[in-house]
């Protein structure tokens, strides 16, 4: 079998397809196609053919292969002598489609050539895949649904080929070694799940091989039958990966008949949820769910209309708690929803455990409040965008603006809010930059009126719930400042009574008195 590359070169590069398409379309490698021009090994039968068929051409333009032709009578009747002897008692339990075929082989008394014009029509009328095989692993028949696997056209002449003719070395060793041990051991292959040999993209069949035994009791063949369940597969597949997600939830998942409330599914987070057994969970009945599960005093909720209530058009959650079996009391918070389904109404409810949330909107709530009455200023920055994540309600108090109007460093200096001389900015920018992990500094403003405030901030970074951040405490000491002013000036003027001089005055209180 010769293949002329220089031909299939010229026609590829006309058809404007590159190597690696071509070879990802029949099924080889880059390797093996540049191995075949070289002569190191050759090509199936199967892939010249599918080759042809890409560049749109007849085989034998590309290679030394005539031109595919019909079944000749010595072919016919070499066939017929396999299908004759299908109709054992080892076979006929096996698939429908093939006992169809013996049935009417044995009732057949027309001519050879009727029979096969029959048989023939019955296999190509079939999307089941199947082929038989003498003793020597020579094809005798095939059907269309195997020749389409393959990309072959209906008139190629499968007769006396072997595995190699059709499937790549791999494929072809494995298909060999599998129809030689039910030769040998006239043990049948039944609804085996595989790859189907010889498909572009890899298909999932189920196979079943028979062993076809003589009125001699010899093994002279053997049928294959491979359907494709690549569909199935994937379902199967996608099934598997929702009940697993599914399963892998962090809460649980109820859908329960509305009517009757008894529990079609529950999945395995159930059983954290609840504390019980998921089979021994849904063989309750609702009542008896509601009885030894739900908090004594929130079993009411259950009852109520709104629970009751199969609006399908909303959906609902709402917050109880249960008891365990060993005590612990959980909140849970429910979300259900209702949907029609063959007349009946069922109910989807998601249970989430929200104990630990409960409990810390309960601390953060406190705090909170607690904060908001403290008479200092208290605002938490994000440390790269400055963005408000908190602030408290004195801190508006202070500075006679909210925190969050304050959108950069620049900004808090610049605001147009205060009037800060040039080395108090510098001093407040500096804070802000140096990342130290705790900054304190004494400030004095002029307020839009005109007044004088005097400020203590405290820059403190640190990380909050894994952000790092600037928390901000600032002190209004404006009326501290003022009493210590007024204590220098009661200070400076009795010593300015004692006739001290007024620069020692000044030196020791920071008073100017003239």
């Avoid at 929130?298 to 609902?316: A, T």
Wanted: hydrophobic residues 35%.
């Amino acid at each position: 079998m010769q293949i002329f590359f220089e031909k299939l070169e010229f026609l590829r590069k006309n058809k404007k397809i590159s190597i690696q398409e071509l070879c990802s379309k029949i099924g080889i490698s880059r390797g093996t196609y540049w191995r075949c021009k070289k002569g190191v090994t050759n090509l199936s039968e199967t892939n010249i053919f599918q080759i042809a068929s890409e560049l749109n051409v007849e085989v034998s333009e590309i290679s030394d292969l005539a031109k595919r032709t019909s079944y000749t009578g010595s072919q016919i009747s070499a066939a017929a002598e396999i299908w004759n002897n299908l109709a054992t008692e080892n076979i006929k339990m096996y698939d429908k489609h093939i006992s169809e075929i013996i049935n009417e082989l044995k009732s057949l008394n027309t001519s050879l050539k009727n029979k096969m014009l029959f048989i023939s029509g019955l296999m190509n009328t079939s999307d089941i895949a199947f082929y038989a095989k003498d003793f020597r692993q020579k094809y005798v028949i095939a059907n269309l649904a195997f020749l389409n696997n393959l990309s072959l056209s209906s008139d190629y002449t499968i007769f006396n080929k072997t595995d190699d003719a059709f499937f790549n070395r791999t494929e072809s060793r494995y298909n060999t070694e599998q129809d030689r041990k039910v030769i040998n051991t006239r043990q049948p292959i039944i609804s085996v799940e595989q790859y189907i040999p010889g498909t572009k993209k890899r298909k999932w069949g189920m196979i079943s091989k028979i062993p076809i035994i003589d009125s001699d009791d010899k093994v002279i063949g053997l049928v294959a039958i491979m359907t494709d369940i690549t569909e199935k597969k994937k379902v199967e597949n996608i099934n598997e990966i929702m009940a697993e997600s599914i399963n892998s939830l962090n809460a649980s998942l109820i859908i329960q008949d509305f009517e009757t409330k008894k529990i079609l599914f529950a999945n395995d987070k159930t059983i954290d949820i609840f504390g019980y057994e998921k089979e021994k969970f849904m063989s309750w009945t609702n009542e008896e769910r509601i009885a030894r599960t739900v908090y004594e005093k929130d079993r009411s909720i259950f009852l109520s209309e709104s629970y009751l209530d199969k609006n399908h058009s909303e959906k609902k959650n709402f917050e109880f708690r249960v008891v365990k079996p060993d005590n612990q009391v959980r909140w849970l918070k429910v979300y259900y929803s209702f949907f029609d389904y063959f007349d009946r109404i069922w109910q989807v409810s998601i249970y989430r455990d929200v104990t630990e949330e409960k409990n810390q909107k309960e601390v953060n709530e406190i705090l909170k409040l607690n904060i908001d009455f403290f008479s200092q200023g208290i605002a938490i920055r994000d440390f790269e965008t400055f963005k408000t994540l908190y602030e408290n309600d004195a801190y508006e108090q202070i500075f006679s603006y909210k925190a969050s109007a304050i959108k950069s460093q620049n900004d808090f200096v610049n605001s147009g809010k205060w009037k800060m001389t040039d080395d108090v900015k510098t001093k407040i920018l500096q804070a802000f930059n140096s990342k130290k992990k705790q900054t304190k500094l004494t400030y004095k403003v002029t307020t839009p009126d005109g007044k004088t405030k005097y400020i203590l901030d405290q820059l403190y970074i640190k990380k909050i719930f894994g952000r790092l951040c600037y928390c901000l405490v600032s002190t209004d000491i404006t009326f501290s400042m003022q009493e210590i002013k007024k204590i220098k000036y009661d200070i400076a003027m009795k010593l300015k009574n004692k006739n001290i001089s007024n620069d020692i005055i000044s030196e020791a209180t920071g008073i100017d008195i003239m």
